[in-house]
Structures are given as structure tokens and as C-alpha cells.
């Protein structure tokens, strides 16, 4: 797997060729505010690296998944969401995924309804 994939939109925005509202950068994740927001708070946090999907994690990816969640955690801090979040990332056409580099949805600011659609 490289760490780029160059028709990749993420990786576009990763690599600042595309603009992005970048709320959160670290060394291995970025995170930026959803274009088309379904929350108060709608904020998309992904790795740097190109990976694209759950699927595609390994075993080697634990430290990875770590950062992407510590960034969840200061993000809903951030936006004061003491009240709850949601976290999402959907996998494959079932589930609706659109963009084929992994990313957590962070969904706050308004109650929600289970089970989604
Ligand atoms: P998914 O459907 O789970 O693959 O999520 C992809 C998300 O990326 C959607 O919520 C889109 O609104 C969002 N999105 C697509 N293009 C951009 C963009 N250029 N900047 C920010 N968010 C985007
Ligand atoms: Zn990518």
C-alpha cells in the first residue's frame, strides 16, 4: 500500500492541493470540517496515509487507530460536546461510503435517533 493515492480526494486534501476548514493536524491524522454537514458539529478525521477503509486496516494499524480516536476525543472537547457524539465510518456501498480513504465521521451538537438509516 502506498501512502498516497494521487486520484484520491482525501489524499488531495491531506496534501493541501484541495481547500479544506482544517480543525485538527498531527503528525499521522487531519481532521476538517464535512462540507455538506448532517450536525452542529460535523467533522471528518482521517489519516494522512492512504488507506481506504476499515477493511483495509492490519493488525500493524493499532497505534493508527489509537491517534484517530485521541483526535476524536480532543476535537469533541473542543466543541464542548460533554452531552455525547457519535462516531461513524462506513464501509463499502451498503453503508453508503463515498469517499474511499478512511475516515471517522464525528457527529455532535443534537440528539440522534437509533438505528440510522
Ligand atoms: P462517506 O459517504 O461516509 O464516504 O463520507 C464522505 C463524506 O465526505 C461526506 O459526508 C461528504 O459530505 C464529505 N465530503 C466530500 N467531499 C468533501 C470535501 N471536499 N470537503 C469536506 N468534506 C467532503
Ligand atoms: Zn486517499
Redesign the pocket.
Known sequence: MTDRDPDC?FCK?VAGE?P?DRVYEDDDVIA?????P?APTHV?VIPRRHVLDVQHLTDADGELLSRLFSAVRTLAAEAALESGYRVV??VGPDA????FHL?L?LLGGRSMSWPPG
Not at 476538517?32 to 455538506?36: A, G, L, Y
Not at 453508503?96 to 469517499?99: A, D, E, P, S, W
Open positions: 480526494l486534501i484541495i479544506s476538517f470540517r464535512d462540507i455538506n448532517r471528518l465510518t462506513n453508503g461510503q463515498t469517499v475516515h465521521h
